[in-house]
């Protein structure tokens, strides 16, 4: 068996094997095209460049950060990468576009894709290059005292928020007496109509179409400039003059009750009877609005739970007036008697303005003292007149 694998081996090695053939000319390789490097100083602050990512997205002790290769060489010829700072991670919380955008971006450039950036500064001295991932608005170039109504601003960005108002960055600084930093982009508060909810106190409704967040850049319209304090209120909307008119005689009137309440707070005293009309229903008592800043209590006591209604008309009388730290006092009240209800005086007024003149009282119509002929005969028999 062994002889035959060998005759079988030997009969395989030495059969004549076919030519090959000449290998072929190879192609030479295309070269690649190198890609184009600028020099760093002539970046400039602003300019938006791209690369791809170097190295991983890292947490730095001065926050988020991460490198890009954007093409730029230093005195050396060697080829520099941008530091991109990062915003903090709780800002990316708000879902607005910009957030987005890079987000998405940043995802992408696991696979090789660029990021875009802008440049915040350029160190050319220690070869250094500082990128953002957000544009930095350009300076301010409107003069608060040279806006008119209805101008319009674009790419305000939203900046703040509360419950009720949501303030933005305009293009405009304050050039007043008052202003500190002339060249300071101006915050103006910006009234929403109603189909639009802000993000932090959102609107559960069919009429709301939008809901605003923050760092949305919209397009605003002049309602309101004071140069004098430099404050400023824009709308969504262009406003008309008729609008603003009765606007502005609306919180006229606001104001004026605030006055008229707060002077009506300063004059309350112990055994003072209002009368007042009910505003709300408690578990233990009754809120009475007598006029002041705040309403006051009335207890329920022993009465039954529906001794009052909301709305009705009742006479009190102040029992305690407690002061407080923050905010109005705090005001107790007793209802009166139905049989002393009708010595109840009503709320009083606050004092005239010093420049109002007092009204001139009227003259007293002339009299005689003979007015009724009975007492001029009484008077002329006491006198002895009448034997004449």
């Not at 890609?35 to 002790?61: H, I, M, N, Y």
């Not at 955008?101 to 894709?113: F, H, I, N, P, W």
């Not at 008729?242 to 004026?256: P, W």
């Not at 112990?270 to 007598?290: I, K, P």
Request: aromatic residues 4%; contains cysteine.
């Amino acid at each position: 068996m062994h002889r035959s694998l060998l005759l079988a081996w030997c009969a395989v090695a030495f059969v004549p094997r076919r030519p090959q053939r000449a290998p072929l000319l190879k192609c030479a390789a295309k070269p690649k095209p190198q890609p184009e490097t600028r020099e760093l100083e002539t970046l400039k602050v602003g300019e938006r460049v791209s690369g791809p990512l170097v190295g991983k997205v890292f947490q730095g002790k001065r926050g988020v950060k991460a490198f890009l290769d954007v093409g730029c060489v230093g005195n050396n010829k060697k080829r520099i990468n941008g530091m991109l700072r990062l915003p903090h991670y709780k800002q990316w919380r708000n879902g607005t576009d910009a957030y987005k955008r890079l987000t998405k971006e940043l995802r992408d450039a696991r696979r090789g894709k660029s990021v875009t950036a802008y440049v915040a500064a350029v160190h050319a001295a220690s070869q250094q290059l500082v990128l953002e991932p957000f544009a930095k608005p350009r300076p301010p170039s409107l003069k608060l005292s040279e806006l008119e109504i209805g101008t319009e601003l674009r790419n305000c960005r939203v900046v703040g928020m509360t419950a009720k108002f949501a303030y933005v960055d305009t293009p405009c600084f304050h050039d007043g007496a008052r202003s500190t930093k002339p060249k300071r982009r101006l915050r103006a508060r910006l009234v929403l109509p109603p189909t639009i909810a802000l993000e932090t106190a959102p609107v559960k409704a069919a009429s709301i179409e939008r809901i605003l967040r923050l760092d949305d850049l919209v397009t605003c319209y002049v309602r309101r400039p004071e140069p004098a304090s430099g404050r400023l209120e824009v709308g969504l909307e262009p406003a008309s003059s008729e609008t603003l008119a009765s606007e502005a005689k609306a919180r006229d009137g606001r104001r004026q009750a605030r006055a008229r309440r707060a002077a009506v707070t300063k004059r309350l005293e112990v055994g003072q009877r209002f009368r007042g009309s009910v505003v709300r229903r408690l578990a233990y008592g009754a809120a009475v609005d007598v006029g002041a800043t705040g309403p006051g209590l009335v207890l329920r006591g022993e009465r039954d739970r529906d001794f009052v209604g909301v709305g009705d008309r009742v006479s009190v009388e102040v029992a305690a007036v407690e002061a407080r730290d923050a905010g109005p006092p705090r005001l107790t009240l007793e209802l009166v008697v139905e049989d002393e209800e009708d010595d109840a005086p009503e709320p009083p007024k606050p004092a005239a303005p010093r420049t109002a003149r007092p009204e001139p009282e009227p003259e007293p119509e002339p009299t005689s003292m003979f007015d009724d002929l009975d007492d001029l005969d009484d008077i002329e028999a006491s006198l002895g007149l009448d034997e004449y």
